[in-house]
């Protein structure tokens, strides 16, 4: 799949195909591409737990009132942060959304589904994926993507809007 038609088709999947497991070649390819997101100086602050027990998927519900999906999903990804990676943590959330994105991205040209599930700034959440999966304190849990495959057809829905395009200043909208 070619990468605009991957960004332009990608949906947010919230049923999956549980008995079909995410291989775990797939599995590095999706680390890999999340791996490869550009960061603030570099620094990669990033950890991921990749969950694919059953009994682990579904305690998440548990923890965090939005992941029904997991229920479903045959593999679950916790993008985490770490501020002892970096200069300044003002830029770890930036570095991990581009990490997420490149994942979900990559989830989608390989033929799989995925859903972003915020964690971050949210302690409750935090500290109760912290508790579930063994995460370190000075480890914030940034998100979770439930991943698998999916009967849910992935298109592409008009969400272009020139009105929100401004050029060269405020008051200027594209093709005035």
Not at 91 to 97: H, I, K, P, R, S
Not at 117 to 135: A, H, S
Request: hydrophobic share 40%; charged share 25%.
């Amino acid at each position: 799949m070619e990468t605009l038609e991957a960004i332009l088709t990608r949906r947010s999947v919230r049923r999956f195909i549980q008995d079909k497991s995410v291989p775990a070649d797939i599995v590095e390819k999706l680390l890999e591409a999340g791996m490869n997101a550009p960061s603030a100086r570099n620094e990669q602050p990033w950890h991921f737990v990749v969950v694919d027990q059953r009994e682990l998927l579904d305690k998440i519900p548990t923890v965090h009132p939005y992941s029904k999906m997991c229920l479903e999903a045959p593999l679950a990804i916790i993008c985490c942060m770490d501020a002892s990676t970096a200069m300044d943590d003002k830029f770890l959330a930036q570095d991990l959304g581009a990490a997420v994105q490149n994942i979900m991205l990559a989830a989608r040209a390989l033929g799989l589904g995925s859903v972003w599930l915020g964690v971050y700034p949210n302690e409750k959440l935090m500290n109760g994926l912290r508790e579930l999966f063994g995460i370190p304190k000075q480890i914030m849990p940034f998100n979770i993507i439930p991943v698998g495959y999916t009967d849910m057809e992935q298109t592409s829905q008009p969400r272009y809007k020139k009105d929100r395009i401004h050029k060269n200043q405020w008051s200027v909208k594209l093709g005035d």
